[in-house]
């Protein structure tokens, strides 16, 4: 691996520069002495670095060892290790938005934590992550858990592994999952030994029978497991009618359910009431929808049976996929999530096309409402993310395009305002410092629809609006005070305006706690976003926190890097708890950062 070359030219901030990669934006950027207010000037920061007695990045810090990348990094606790991979899906301080491979190598510290007898600790971790979702991936903990159930060397954690089954795979999706997983660490084994079919068949049989019935037949399969797989494989056997009804029907299909009543007719045992009745009108209803015919009168019956039987998306024919009076029966109960969602479909159905139709009241009254936006907790930057992608009028992927309706996407606008609410405040002081270089005008890494300068004034936005104690700082020759231009009342496009024009520097990521120490000033938060490239000089950003944190008195304070359309990096102290890289950025990066500055990372 070729490690960092330490670069240094008359008049240009120090920096590091890596080996050529897929995006390489800066370069060699001069220093220019404008003297502005509230801007770190270069002797001010070379100080704050000599006060901190600075340790160049090529030389080790206290506790550190080589790593392969060259440099130094520091040794890691196994349970927290265990419970990062879990939560971030990476065990040091790294989230990464775009989806990494789950492989064995990647959970190192569960494997140890096992081989120290401490597997039943480590699925009451696992237990503990997926239940009161923490995880941002749910793939994270199922993988941890199939590992546990098929590799655990003593006999207490397998059980306690198959035991919390029912409660971290909680969908088929998940189930699915898991039994691909649990044969992929069987090492040349089935996985399906007795202490997997009794689990799985639990799994089954543990559930109400309707629900279970829901369950089947909205998810279906996954990764190339069926639930006629998955039951012939576990051999579950059911303890009541209505859910040997609902297996019957996994399995063999409804053919299979007429069968399995034997001298009744359907309609018989429909009138006879009970659970099996209602399971039985229940998959009959879903069997009938799967029958509908092309064309308005089979259309209008689709619609009744989503109103009326709870049929859902799922159950709706690709026939009717295309429906504006089935798409109109779904909008009525439809989650705000899944509106955001769908958005783009109605309109190229064109069920926006009259300015004041219904299905635009119905959308201005889901998106208007405090209390929906409330309850569905969706983060402002999720709701950005669908304003502009919606705006757009084509879909980040595939091929689906639609006219723009003007009331849909000013509904989408005042809703990402209002949901500034839904963010809890953390009261703690942040310190937010912006890259203004010209290359944040790159899409993001995890959302093509947006750009790494939109994103960044956004997530400003949220934070000007929700905390008390906030300072935006920008990058120039040092560090500018921009507090002037991101604050309370002012709008996105105004901000994203304010903040293009400025001029801008390197991305030395110890340069807000450097600011911060010589301006004596208090915070709990740091937090750089950049775009690609973040590198740092004199002053390692691990160092410079811990000697801000112990000349300030505030133990605790942290820092998050955010490369917003990087493919890689890593800042992060591992074994610091208060440090965090975020690769990349989507929606769901802010409730990554919210929970990290909440203590629960």
Known sequence: TVGPVQKRGRGRLSHTQY?????HYRNNFHLTSLPRSGTMSRRGLRNAAHTLNATPQNKPLAGQKANNAGGYSYEVDDLMCLRRFLILGAEGGTFYVKEQKLVQENAGALARLVAAGRGVEAVALVEKVSVEGLAFRTDTTIFALALLARQASDVAAKRAAYAALGKVARIPTHLFAFVDFAEAASEGGTGWGRAQRSAVAHWYTARPARALATAVTKYTQRGGWSHRDVLRLCHAKAADEATAVVLTYAVKGWPG???????????????????RSRVLEFLLNVETAKCLAPGAADAARMAALIREAG?????????????VVVWEALLEQMPLTALVRNLGKMSALGMFEQAKGPAVRAVESKLGSAEQLQRARVHPFALLLALVTYRRGRGDKGKLEWPVSARV???????FYASFKNVRATGKRWMLALDVSGSMGTPVMGSSV?????ASAAMAMVAVNTEEHVDVVAFHTGLMDIGDKV??????????????????GGTDCALPMLHALQRRKKVDVFVVYTDSETWFGDVHPSEALRRYRARMSIPDAKLIVVGMASNGFSIADPKDPNMLDVVGFDASAPQVMQAFVEGTI
Do not use: K, M
Not at 311 to 323: A, C, G, I, K, Y
Not at 409 to 415: C, G, H, N, P, S
Not at 487 to 504: K, W
């Open 19 to 23: 080996p050529p990669s897929p995006i």
């Open 257 to 275: 359910v007429v069968a399995s009543l034997g001298d009744d007719s359907v309609e018989a045992a429909l009138g006879r009431g009970g659970d």
């Open 311 to 323: 049929l859902v998306r799922e159950h709706v024919p690709t026939v009717h996929l295309n429906s």
């Open 409 to 415: 996407a000013a509904a989408l606008d005042r809703a």
């Open 450 to 454: 947006i750009t790494a300068r939109d």
């Open 487 to 504: 604050r309370r009342g002012v709008q996105l496009d105004t901000v994203v305006r304010n903040i293009s024009g400025l001029p801008f």
